[in-house]
């Protein structure tokens, strides 16, 4: 995955990738879309790919496609609010 692109698009593609596979009846571990979905998280989610790895073997793909796009919408609201509230100065100049 990369930086600068949504990660549930990313992740829609990766899972449109793994039904591919599915419809040319390649053999994969059913938990298969979802390690290799955590394992491609770009480096600035790697906290969060850490905390799903500990449940990985009990997450589906529904479940990591809703926590993905939790997340997201959590780090657009605080992205938002942070520029939001950037410090701003007025400058006054006497003639």
Do not use: C, Y
Not at 38 to 47: H, L
């Amino acid at each position: 995955m990369v930086e600068d692109r949504s990660a549930t698009e990313q992740t829609h593609e990766i899972i449109n990738l793994q039904h591919a596979l599915a419809d040319a009846e390649m053999k994969r571990p059913e938990k298969f879309p979802v390690m290799s979905i955590v394992d491609k998280f770009p480096k600035s989610w790697e906290t969060f790919g850490m905390a799903l790895k500990h449940h990985k073997g009990r997450l589906s793909l529904d479940d990591l496609m809703i926590a993905i796009s939790i997340e997201e919408e959590h780090r657009n609201q605080t992205h938002k609010i942070s520029v939001e509230h950037q410090p701003r100065a007025n400058l006054i100049v006497e003639k």
